[in-house]
């Protein structure tokens, strides 16, 4: 017998798969890992296929040394050929997404625990000290090895098992991942529009369901009632989250549904916790898994429902190799499964919408929201009147109004500030020069608690200027507002009040951003500042008043999806008001009040939203009408980067010319980051209809594959979510 065997071999580019010869003692199946002999060292290696010949001389051909483990699904297979097809990923590469890392460094290590318990009856010894140990022993039973060394002298303990009287006893132990939030338990009576769309989902096969449900319209509870049932049938399910680390709330509300069954995987979980959360799937003991994208290769088998929580998020792309979009994998995994897929979201991704108008996806609309109160109010505050009438400050005075109104009532405001690709930079107020970052072309970031200047791509200081380098003007103003000035505002504004913040500054480890919602969720009255981390999956009962500072920050952005992010974050942040007795109120504060996403987003209307939105995509030739592609070309060297893409662009303007009218755009050009970390960035943009797309990106691929030059990396990315 023979077995195709892929190994990984970090510095070929090239995808590498070799037969190997199985010896007769060794009886091996697809998806195991096995060791090879490769050169003059041994490696690791998946076995992908096993058959009966070779098509190499088979004289020549090695054997496989030993199997280590059967790492891979069945369905973890057949994801991997499917990205190889759909999104050219190396097998190898793809082998990685379905492994914890330290499976594929081959560093497994399992945790364990010692306990000490007696080994005889006979408890006669002369030593005070030891005989103490024995009694604790005869009355506790077995004891944790450390404990006992904690409270008795550590060599007494040493000769009691020496000599036969004490034994231990090694256990292994699970690295449970620890939930730092923890919520109470609720007795929910499904509505019947969730018990609709629950019957829906149950009822069906293979299937995607867009499932488009208000903010507060009991999704979550839709899903854990499919999920129960897909159990009680005795199969298994995946849910992903965006970034589950942000979403504290819908682990603890899970853990409460379903104890032991979930697993959870995630990337801010130790080696150790994710090996052991990724081992209790692969064995059966666990049948959830949740967690972020990456989830969707959980090692589970016979799925019964895949949910994507939120949809739209951007963070479904993964886009550093391998790039993939989850959705594609996940509608794969469910077909492979029969089983639904199931998309959520109160706004969902026009891309989405416009698959249920096309017939590829059915639609469930959940129009209420479970405590049977109104979607707050959300009034828009044009900030130019505002000025008009001679109020500069970054609150509006209807704004202030409703927050000492909030106050007065004992209850809670969120203070939402848009800050996407956006930061709190110095100005100067006569030139208009910005400092940038010498190896990284971008805006440095002020922060105040240093004083200093910090760039956000490669974490490199600078200090703050008092002069401007380019006129000398020491005019120099503090740009933007950040969390950290509008927290200072408000303290001037609201005295004693508790004002809570968060931000990427302020949570940069989890435990600082669990303790800062749950520190909020039981003060009242109180304000909580921050960004684009505070818009969604929270769900506090005490939040009356939100407020939009400057809502425009994401409409500026030079993308085509720009419109619709800004009313999706708006969307999601009003969602935060009114979720349980107390109505909410949205303070909305813009520059721009006519424009449409603005109307729609007021009055919730997605519908109105995605018509005018579909239509400009239309004419303006973006997805969903065209393929988006973006090759990105990165070094050290300039000059080899711009070589580079000259020949890359080259040869696409060749393709262009044999498939003339089904290229949109094709262009070359420096990134709107010239340089990240020291290396140089160009890009080709393309946009192509989707008619022949099919037949010309394949084509693409192999243009940026097989031109490679030392040191310059090339990458193609469909449909990329982040043009920097
Ligand atoms: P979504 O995910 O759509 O934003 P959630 O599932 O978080 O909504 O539900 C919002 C709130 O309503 C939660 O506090 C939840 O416990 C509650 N809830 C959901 N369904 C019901 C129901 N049928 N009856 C009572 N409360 C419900
Ligand atoms: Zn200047
Ligand atoms: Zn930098």
Redesign the pocket.
Known sequence: MFASIVIDVSTSKLERQFDYIVPEDLSLVRGDRVLVPFGNKQVIGFVIEIKETSGYDEGKLKCVIKKLDHALTEDNLGLCFFMQRTFFTRLIDAIKLCLPPIVTSGKVKDSFVDYVLLNTDNLQVKNAKQLEILLYLKEYGKVKKSDLTSKFSESSLKTLIKNGLLKLDRQKVNRAPKNLFTEKK?N????EE?QLAVDRILRSKFNVFLLH??????????YINVIKNVLSQGKTAIMLVPEISLTPQMFA?FKNAFGETVAILHSGLTQGERYDEWLRLKRGEAKIALGARSCVFAPVSNVGVIII?EEHDGSYYSESNPRFHTHEIARYLAYLNSCPLIL?S?TPSIESFYKVKTGEYSLIT?NN???KKELPNIEIVDMLMEARKGNINMFSYRFLNELEECIKQNSQAMIFINRRGYSSFLMCRECGYVPKCEDCDVSLVYHKEDNMLKCHYCAKRYKVLNKCPKCGSTSIRYGAVGTQRVVEELQKILGNVPIFRLDNDTSTNKQNFVKTLEEFNKTTPAVLVGTQMIAK?H?FNNVTLVGIIDADISLHFSDYRATERTFNLITQVS?RAG??EKEGKVILQTYYPRHYVYRCASTYDYPAFYKREIAMREVSHFPPFVEMLRVLVVGKLEKKVTEQTESIFFRLKELREQFSSDFVYLQAMKCPKKRLQGNFRYQIMMRIYKKNSGEIIPKIYDICKNITVNNVSVFVELDPQNLS
């Open positions: 609720k929910i009576i499904l509505n969730q449900g208000v903010t507060g319209s009991g999704k979550t509870e839709v509300r929580d959520g109160a959940l929201r479970a405590n999956g769900d969602g979720r349980s």
